[in-house]
């Protein structure tokens, strides 16, 4: 099993010691890093600014918002920062939801995501490719662009940049189980935000295809600490805001992943205290079981207990963890070594 750490995206603002702890899970033998973006930091530049004090890591996005910048566009952060960085590069892309997609970015809610992004992952493939310039007549992809509203002067382009690797990686942030299986078909990988080995029935379905080499790399909390509960606590922060307040009722896909899980209810309570402005209830109502599926929390030597299930899980290839103790960043170090 590979390791990553994530840094995930910014609060109120940077962590002052996150390119030391990105040096130092490089130093403990982590395989990647990963940074994220949703309505503040970027994705792009604080990971090259980790390239920039760092030397074997690869480098991660987790994830890259398609609905923020054009296919053509992402593909030239990628290759810059694979070139900048002598190989390093893994894209991680992702759709997020409506509200955000519209809310944030301007944008209008693909009426099929999965088609969007087919077209989006095929025109970097074609931009990584080089093979000639880059032709799309797709519903959401155009290129040239061919609407209505444009000057018709548009004409094929190749990247006046040879991107370094033509198989730079690409992953996948999806959620629902037709986006997973799509995933399989056009990905290098897939980054489930939530993931449980002890309920491989969740995805069996949307992982039948999946190739040899295709890599699942989850993102697993990490929370070491004497008191389960407490250590729970900010696990169950955020997955109070995702369930509750990241999408609308009848179209949260964090909430719907939750009810595969098994934890319909509580799902919907959750939603339902949110929406009522009863955010630490909310917050409480998250099951500590459901935590305990998909994070590793309690003291180190049940974390160890905990861990046997996941390394004897036959679909992880890596374990991304966030966390921000360096025990914690050791201790994972130790345990997949």
Known sequence: MRLGLTFGYWGRGPSADFVETAREAERLGFDSVWTAESWGSDVFTPLTWIAANTSRIALG???TQMTARTPTATAMHALTLDHLSGGRMILGLGLSGPQV?????????????????????????????REGPVVAEGRYAQHPYAGDDGSGLGKPLKSITHPLRADLPIFLGAEGPKNVHLTTRIADGWLPLHWAPTRPEVYADALRDKPAGFRIAPMVQVALGDDVEQAMFPIKAAMGFYVGGMGAKN?????????????????????????????DEAIAAVPSAFVDEIALVGPAARIRERFAAWAADPHVTDMIVTTRDPGALRLMAELVS
């Open 101 to 129: 997609v519209e809310g944030w970015y301007g944008r209008p809610f693909p009426k099929s995501p999965l088609t969007f992004t087919r077209e989006y992952v095929d025109v970097i493939r074609q931009v990584l490719r």
């Open 251 to 279: 179209k949260n896909f964090h909430a719907d992943l939750m009810r595969r899980f098994g934890y319909a209810e509580e799902a919907d309570r959750i939603q339902e205290l949110f929406a009522a402005g009863k955010r």
């Open 61 to 63: 996005t987790a994830v």
